[in-house]
């Protein structure tokens, strides 16, 4: 560290923390959390004020088969497993419409990595509803959703650029979470093992390939599964150095791991509140301002405040529709409830488009064809005057398009 906490947290005010300072502060002290999330908190005001977003979405598993297996994940599937989906396009066409007309802007298409890589019988159904690959499949959906007035954003693991750039002029943003730069989780025993698509340097060349392409971007680390306090920063700082030379990355999710029965980390150890709190100060700290930070509100259902104070200014997407497939046991938050949290806060929740405004209003980032898409959207949020009036809110109202575990609402132990 280049002098004191004080003076660290102090340059940090003015600009993002350098590789040093940034290092320096992985093995922060407990009693020195609260001067690090009043920095963050400071420099979160800087470009957001207080004013919380988050973007209303229909999330669309279009597959739950998977080449990897990574230790934590009870999404992923493979054929004749219970529980393995591919949805039929009847059933995508029926989401969409739910989610418009609850409201939502998003359509999230989320899948697992290039299952008919190693899956014949998935090949096979492809074919059946007429679909040559993933991709094509992908494409499809996506024109289906913008023929509803719906925003498509996809995170469907890696892809190359000649995808990418083909489902470019479909997608108003895509993401892919780094997770970790570290190699070390994909070492024997590590989490990431059996997962060759979560090797760090092929997230970061699709990340980079995203830059090139003019594509605006979501990336996020994952929090608790075996990875160092110095790891984590040295993930945010690549992701940091991602976005230096594009400029494409809009926001970072900070992701914490939450336990799941019958994955191989069923018993592991939940990250605790400091852990949580630091990383997100830290990101908020490492990252330029016209990055925005996120955490997810179903994973902290009881720790809003923790979460404001640690400098986050999104909650990511939210659906009143359809379940957090990945983390089925986690509930999305009711908005009038998420919304009255933040109000005795101090700051207002408002919807966003699932692209942000700076590069929704940049042609180089947005394809001709979703210019009207989005300015239709923009106009219909832009009269939505509390984010609790945007969607119709009623206890059952998460009806699962697909199979999931048993919903379990948890919780930081606060």
């Known amino acids: 560290m280049t002098g004191s906490l004080s003076e660290v947290l102090t340059r940090a005010l003015v600009a993002p923390l350098l590789e040093q300072d940034a290092l320096s502060l992985a093995d922060l002290r407990h009693e020195d959390l609260p001067a690090l999330c009043a ?21 669309l598993p279009l597959t739950n088969l998977c080449r990897d297996f990574c230790d934590y994940c009870s999404f992923r599937r493979s054929p004749g497993d219970a529980g393995a989906w ?19 802007c998003e359509a ?30 992908l494409a499809w959906a996506a024109r289906e959703a913008l023929a509803l007035d719906l925003l498509p954003h996809t ?22 979470m780094l997770e970790n730069i570290s190699p070390r989780l994909t070492e ?25 392409l003019r594509i605006p971007f979501t990336s996020g680390i994952l929090l608790g599964i075996g990875e160092t306090r110095r790891e984590r ?68 259902p009881h720790a809003t405040e923790l979460l404001l104070q640690a400098g986050i200014n999104d909650f990511g997407g939210i659906s009143p529709v359809s379940p957090d497939y990945i983390n089925p046991g986690h509930p999305w938050p009711h908005l009038a409830r998420l919304s009255e949290q933040c109000e005795r806060l101090g700051f207002e929740l408002r919807p966003r488009l699932p692209i942000y ?35 119709p809110e009623r206890e059952g ?8 575990e048993p919903s379990t609402p948890g919780g930081l132990r606060l």
Not at 155 to 176: D, I, M, Q
């Open 188 to 212: 024997k025993g590590m989490p990431h093992h059996r997962a060759r698509d979560k090797r760090p340097e092929l997230r970061v060349q699709m990340t980079r390939e995203a830059g090139e």
């Open 108 to 137: 999230l298409f989320c899948l697992g990595d290039r299952p008919e890589t190693v899956f014949p019988s998935y090949r096979r159904q492809l074919a059946e509803l007429g679909f040559e690959s993933t991709v094509d499949y």
């Open 357 to 391: 405004s700076r590069y929704a209003m940049d042609e180089a980032f947005v394809d001709a064809g979703l210019r009207e898409p989005m300015a239709r959207e923009a106009r219909r949020l832009s009269r939505v005057t509390r984010a609790d009036r945007l969607l």
């Open 233 to 300: 920063v040295q993930s945010l700082l690549a992701i940091a150095a991602l976005h230096a030379e594009h400029g494409h990355i809009q926001e970072v999710i900070v992701q914490n791991f939450r336990t799941k029965p019958e994955t191989p980390m069923a018993s592991a150890p939940e990250p605790e509140d400091f852990e949580i709190a630091h990383a997100v100060a830290l990101a908020r700290l490492i990252l330029p301002l016209d990055v925005s930070v996120q955490a997810p509100p179903n994973l902290n």
């Open 397 to 404: 109202a998460l009806l699962p398009v697909l199979p999931s």
């Open 86 to 104: 591919t949805m039929r396009p009847h059933e995508v066409r029926e989401w969409l419409a739910r989610g418009r007309d609850a409201g939502a």
């Open 39 to 59: 920095a963050a908190a400071a420099r979160r005001e800087q470009a957001y004020g207080r004013a919380l977003t988050f973007s209303p979405k229909v999330f």
């Open 155 to 176: 995170n469907a693991g890696l892809l190359t650029r000649a995808e990418l750039a083909r489902l470019r002029p479909l997608n108003v943003s895509f993401g892919l």
